[in-house]
């Protein structure tokens, strides 16, 4: 089968369309797929990097109506020509506005589309494809209220390949250099860190130190481990400092609470694997995203939230010691998170997928 697929512009729309591109390959083996992106986008990277094809479109951010609108249909036309070449069995979009012209293409040229939403709050891309997908796939259940269309909206769950780590962790800790019997706190802004988080906890331990003599994996960034290495000093015991972590299940299953943004992936990864969380939204996502997605797991009582505006050391120096005092309240968290977790999302959106073309076939 010909799949062709369409979502980018931010990490947080490409790990999933190749997530679910993997998880194609091992149900279809005859599956091939292309891939649409543009120049500005981090696609031309990543999905290079994995060996897929990738067509380029000239499709940009929204910045007024008119223009806007001309460069939209543009696009679409684009599509429409890739379509024309590809003769694709059926299309996915991710979201993203680079998704954007693939759904009304997909109409004209009567392909099914499949669309999977990320974030709590859709955007305009998402809300659009809903009026022509056979299948909306929801990463929030409470997405589907702001879709145009929810009649075929599904709640899957984020497509995210993460599993707990088999070791314990007392194991595990010792794998990062940690004690194995130390309350651990993992603090990451993402792969590429989180500048705020990171000054903001620098200071607190600088200020305050570890709260309750806990330790901690760190994933910093490559931008700020050189300087943060320096600046760590007298913790460095206590402090496992990377500027990228392969491994995250391990620090995951090493982890009692992690400080982190609420980014979509981020938060299905935790919820799969049941961390408690303080959770800092970034605050200039689109829509406010990552704010809204926060909420959603500080209401099911799995994460605390504090707003970058409010982020000082004496308040996260006193969130942690809080929590760590309350060693019940942490349970339950845990296991509010690990109810809030779709392991299977990205294997039950492929299969949906596959059985839906299987049979058009």
Partial sequence: ??????????????????????????????????????????????????????????????????????????????????????????????????????????????????????????????????????????????????????????????????????????????????????FTIFITGGSQGASALNGTFLKTIQQYGLPRNSQAIWQCGKEEYPVLMKAIGQFEEKISLHPFIEDMSSAYGASDLIICRAGALTLAEIAVVGIPAILVPFPYAAMDHQRKNARTFVQSEAAVMIDQSELTPSLLFATISDLIDEPNRLHRMANAMKSLGKPNATEVIARKIYDYISKRS
């Fill in 1 to 182: 089968m010909r799949y062709l697929i369409a979502g980018g512009g931010t990490g947080g729309h490409i790990i999933p369309a190749l997530n679910i591109a993997e998880e194609l390959s091992r149900i279809d083996v005859d599956a091939h797929f292309k891939f649409i992106g543009t120049r500005r986008g981090l696609e031309i990277d990543i999905v290079s990097k994995r060996g897929y094809e990738l067509e380029l479109i000239d499709i940009k951010p929204w910045k007024g109506i008119k223009r806007s609108l001309k460069n939209f249909w543009h696009s679409v036309g684009q599509v429409r020509r890739i379509i024309r070449e590809y003769r694709p069995h059926c299309a996915i979009g991710t979201g993203g506005y680079v998704s954007a012209p693939l759904a009304p293409a997909c109409a004209l040229h009567k392909v099914p589309i499949f669309w999977q939403e990320q974030n709590t709050y859709p955007g305009l891309a998402s809300k659009l494809a809903s009026l022509f997908a056979k299948q909306v796939f929801l990463g929030f259940d409470e997405s589907r209220q702001y879709l145009w269309r929810r009649k075929r909206a599904f709640y899957s769950g984020n497509p995210v390949f993460i599993e707990p780590a088999i070791e314990g962790k007392e194991q595990l800790r010792t794998k990062f250099g940690l004690n194995p019997d130390r």
